[in-house]
């Protein structure tokens, strides 16, 4: 079987097969019910995988003269370490957590702050031993809490130990079904729990007693964070923001306007470190050296200066990625810059498929979670199509088009495929897409290349000798044109448009459809663009919910979706649950001003179902009595049936968890937080249905 199988696969692609047994690994830990992830359950689940890892290795070796035996082995074993890796994270974060809210006195050591310019701050606190409820055994000394205040907004504090009474709470459930689940990101993350500062924020006496490599984290904080400060107060709003994020990539400074701006016009990439700022940074540094070294061709004759251009480009990469903190993107593209420079010093081909999987590898080996980022999805989704474009146009030899045309078109079909390879997940973590991002890319991506990026490498090397007053109008001017084209895109029809997510099982078939296309060799790989089609069909046939419930913790609060593009929310919304509703329906949803609806209303959910919905009882009698309504849809308890036979779905019982409504023609199912789905039978009937 193996003789027959090899041929078909392209020896070069066969990681990808590692890497999709490991990923799926990873996903099955994650698709355990919850007992697996904590105590003994983890334990024994980490345990049993180790010791089928050391089986199968032991295996493998026996069997290393038997191709098809020894290649299955190996199969297995990365897919039990993707399950491993995922157990051993979890198993460094497995600490006792608080199951309700409680209020307290903290004290402890500010190692992060985030959020945005315009809106709370986020302090990110390592309890200390004085802490109260360190004290009172709730957590434990060294842990992480996350709280919010609109009382503290000096960055230089961070190492600082900060008091204060707060109100906390646990890692929050998923919100709905089909979202990320932003409680296991957190715990992922080491925080314990999360809330709010109630009063006494002030700054206690610091011990010190910190160790090396928290002194020099903490070092590289303050001075990305006084660097960020610096450019915001040099250069006029908002330019000085955005050369925070591309030089320190600190967004603190990026307001939500702002934010939703470049991301509705496609640019938002540009505000976060990927491989287009790292690629500029780390190549154009080798560019440099080897055009000085060119200048003296008897000098760098006499040894190999691209592989030392290569190595010092490298060291600049690494420092970038560490003032940058770290964030996915960064450490992605300084991982591919990494196996590039490797290449370039084994005089190996340097942009393949295989080396983007094994910079793949590494995040996932770090961080199992990164898997399910924003991040790590849209980042990789348009490098691996980027890098198989490159593939197959260095296969087919030298380019037909006119030397001057050349870049151009490049810059298009690139801007084209990156746009088609990261739209599904954009549409799955945001709920929009950017049919002007091609656009926008192709004068932005120049305009960031040519004159933004390399002005402030400039920037920050003439801020060491005091000149930088020089420069800053140069950058600034790049940043403010930047801006002016992100506006009018982001003004444009259709642009930000909500769409509905695809859904994991969309997403997985769509990228297995690719992985073969990649995978087998010509014309069976042609099944993979079968696959990836019945992928995109599963996104257009996926059902969308009529409507969110909101009931955890809470009074229910109910938003419904129409024919039109924008939902009704019948209750006031954070912005937060705003969103997730927005992302879940497919539609944008005003959170600002909610529908009133005292005591009943009428909403019309499309495709000619009219319903009444029902807040008060003293509105139930109007509500049956409505000809034009055909259901009714209630969050109280009715006490009678219409006379009209008019079916009556009561919801006012669906608390402690939030919902999504799908309503049909004779039928109401709602799906909770927790993946659960049930039929929402007809109150008050004789029969169950």
């Not at 540009?270 to 050296?289: E, P, V, W, Y």
């Not at 964030?327 to 080396?355: E, K």
């Amino acid at each position: 079987m193996a003789l027959q199988i090899a041929p078909l696969i392209v020896p070069e692609c066969r990681i990808l097969i590692y890497l999709y047994l490991f990923v799926t690994g990873i996903i099955l830990f994650h698709s355990l019910p919850a007992l697996w992830h904590h105590g003994d359950q983890l334990v024994l689940l980490l345990s049993g995988g180790a010791f089928m890892i050391l089986a199968a290795i032991f295996l493998a070796l026996y069997a290393r003269h038997h191709a098809a035996l020894n290649g299955a082995v190996r199969l297995l074993i990365a897919f039990i370490l993707g399950v491993v890796v995922a157990a051993v994270q979890f198993t460094r974060h497995d600490t006792p957590q608080i199951g309700r809210g409680i209020t307290g006195q903290i004290e402890g050591s500010l190692v992060k702050i985030d959020g945005r310019a315009d809106a709370r701050s986020h302090l990110w606190l390592r309890l200390d031993t004085t802490a109260e409820i360190v004290s009172d055994g709730h957590f434990p000394a060294g842990g992480i809490v996350r709280v919010t205040t609109d009382e503290w907004q000096d960055q230089q504090r961070l190492g600082s130990k900060l008091a204060m009474r707060v109100r906390l709470y646990p890692p929050p459930t998923r919100v709905l079904a089909g979202v990320a689940d932003y409680g296991r990101q957190a715990r992922a993350q080491g925080v314990l729990a999360s809330g709010y500062v109630i009063s006494g924020l002030r700054p206690v006496a610091d011990g010190g007693d910190r160790s090396g490599f928290d002194n020099f984290y903490l070092s590289l904080a303050r001075y990305r964070a006084h660097f960020a400060s610096y450019l915001v107060g040099l250069m006029n709003a908002p330019a000085g923001a955005i050369a925070a994020a591309l030089l320190v990539g600190e967004r603190r400074y990026i307001n939500d306007e702002l934010y939703k701006q470049f991301r509705d016009s496609g640019l938002a990439h540009l505000l976060a470190i990927s491989g287009l700022h790292m690629g500029l940074i780390c190549f154009g540094t080798m560019a440099l050296i080897r055009f000085v070294g060119a200048l003296f061709p008897a000098m760098s004759s006499r040894f190999p200066l691209h592989k030392y251009a290569a190595i010092t480009a490298a060291i600049i990469g690494a420092s970038y990625v560490l003032m940058s903190g770290a964030p996915i993107s960064a450490v992605r593209a300084f991982a591919m810059t990494l196996l590039v420079v490797l290449a370039i010093l084994r005089d190996r081909m340097a942009l393949t498929l295989r080396n983007v999987c094994l910079a793949a590898f590494v995040i996932l080996a770090v961080n199992t979670m990164a898997l399910f980022s924003a991040g790590f999805q849209l980042s990789f989704a348009a490098t691996a199509i980027l890098v198989i474009w490159y593939e197959a146009r260095a296969r087919r030899g030298a380019s037909q088009f006119h030397w001057s045309l050349r870049y151009p078109v490049a810059l298009i079909t690139m801007s084209l495929l990156a746009a088609m390879a990261t739209a599904p997940f954009a549409a799955q973590h945001f709920g929009v897409v950017t049919p002007w991002g091609v656009i926008a890319n192709i004068i932005g991506i120049p305009l960031t290349g040519f004159w933004i990026m390399p002005m402030g490498m400039l920037f920050s090397v003439s801020a060491i000798f005091g000149i930088d007053s020089i420069v800053a109008p140069i950058l600034a001017g790049g940043i403010n044109i930047l801006v002016f084209i992100a506006g009018i895109i982001a003004e444009s029809p259709f642009a930000g448009w909500s769409v509905a997510p695809p859904g994991y099982t969309a997403l997985a078939v769509m990228v297995s459809g690719i992985i073969l296309t990649q995978l087998f060799i010509k014309p069976i790989a042609s099944i993979g663009w079968v696959v990836g089609i019945v992928g995109a069909l599963l996104w257009t046939v996926r059902p969308v919910p009529d409507g969110a419930l909101f009931a955890v913790g809470r009074t229910p609060r109910l938003v419904l979706a129409g024919p039109g593009v924008v939902a009704t929310p019948y209750d006031n919304l954070s912005d937060f649950l705003a969103s997730m509703a927005a992302l879940r329906l497919g539609k944008s949803v005003n959170s600002d001003e909610p529908t009133p609806c005292d005591p009943s209303c009428r909403h019309d959910f499309g495709d000619g179902m009219i319903g009444s919905i029902v807040k008060r009882s003293r509105g139930l009698t109007a509500a049956c009595k409505d000809h034009k309504t055909s259901f009714v849809l209630t969050i109280i308890a009715p006490r009678y049936r219409c006379r009209s036979g008019k079916p009556i779905y009561n919801i006012s019982q669906k608390t402690g968890y939030n919902y999504l409504i799908f309503v049909q023609k004779k039928s109401i199912k709602m799906i909770s937080n927790s993946g659960l789905g049930q039929q929402v039978c007809p109150a008050l009937q004789p029969l169950p249905c």
